[in-house]
């Protein structure tokens, strides 16, 4: 029988029946003039969503009804890209948050409204592959709405992007993200130095931390420096060290991480070099 439209949403997403199942097909031009009971091209449709998880689906489906086309279609580009990028399919999700939150961003825009992201040096560290396709987007955001999206959206795209590659949510790649900040900080305040981001041992330092951090997560520990050696770090480097240990103790405090010796001595080695800022 093919598919036949049930509800025209624009020119590009359309709601269709297939033998009795509801779909939302999506493709270049696949809504123009069409109507309800139209059969619809096989060969003019990209995507098929289907409804795997309810909420999900009605979500898709009045992101669709709702947001203008424009944004929706800026946003199946920008996933395109990144599944191109990123050399794999990502989830669903990524279609409903992605377009929501171009379309909402583009709105805060036109009000006047410009919200700093406090996390986009930690956020292009942490996610290298995700920040690129986060300014690709904005640029191709500004080039094809003429508007004037900043950088500091390049950074909440790449979260977003982040989330759904790895499989994980929204708030976990932000806490991440927020607890090196926090980190960094302690660093600036306990050595009394503004670190310079563009600094070859900035980046050694948030890698760093970055996988230490997924180390406690994976219950993995650091086994390969012996107690000589540690004495040794802990004797040359006192205050880089006791930065070390302000950090372990706010950790500790703040959100029940716990790092050992081996990985304060790692720590206190990556803080001396930010203090000669090679």
């Keep these: 029988m093919g598919l036949r439209v049930k ?6 997403a359309l709601l269709v029946e297939d033998n009795g199942a509801e779909k939302i097909v999506m493709g ?11 059969i619809v091209p096989i060969e003019r449709i990209e995507k098929i969503f ?23 279609r800026i946003a ?23 377009a929501d939150h171009i379309s909402f961003a583009l709105e805060r825009i036109s009000s006047g409204l410009n919200i700093k992201n406090k996390l986009l040096n930690e956020i292009a560290l942490l996610y290298k592959k995700e920040f690129e396709i986060g300014k690709w987007a904005v640029e191709i ?51 009394n130095i503004d ?39 802990k004797e040359k480097y006192t205050q880089s060290y006791a930065c070390a240990v302000k950090i372990r103790d706010f950790l500790k405090d703040s959100y029940n991480i716990y790092f050992d010796e081996t990985e304060l001595c790692y720590i206190s080695l990556h803080i001396e070099r930010i203090r000669k800022k090679p």
């Excluded at 270049?28 to 139209?38: H, R, W």
């Excluded at 795209?157 to 790895?166: E, K, P």
């Excluded at 927020?178 to 050595?191: A, H, S, Y």
């Excluded at 070859?200 to 050696?229: C, G, I, W």
């Design 195 to 233: 670190i310079d981001k563009d600094i070859l041992s900035y980046e050694r330092l948030v890698t760093h931390l970055r996988f230490a951090l997924q180390r406690k997560e994976d219950n993995k520990e650091f086994h390969d420096l012996d107690l000589e050696l540690i004495l040794m770090i």
């Design 50 to 72: 289907e409804p795997k998880e309810e909420k999900e689906y009605e979500a898709f489906k009045k992101i669709l009804e709702t947001i203008p086309t424009e944004h929706i």
């Design 141 to 191: 955001i500004n080039e094809e709405l003429s508007t004037k999206l900043p950088i500091d959206e390049a950074g909440y795209i790449a979260l977003h992007i982040h989330a759904v590659y790895t499989n994980s949510t929204l708030e976990e790649s932000i806490d991440a993200a927020k607890i090196i900040r926090d980190m960094i900080d302690i660093i600036q305040g306990e050595m």
């Design 28 to 38: 270049s031009g696949i809504g123009f003039q069409k109507k309800v009971k139209d």
């Design 76 to 98: 199946e580009k920008i996933i395109n890209y990144a599944e191109e990028k990123l050399e794999t399919r990502l989830k669903e999700h990524i279609h409903i948050v992605l």
């Design 7 to 12: 509800k025209v949403f624009n020119n590009n």
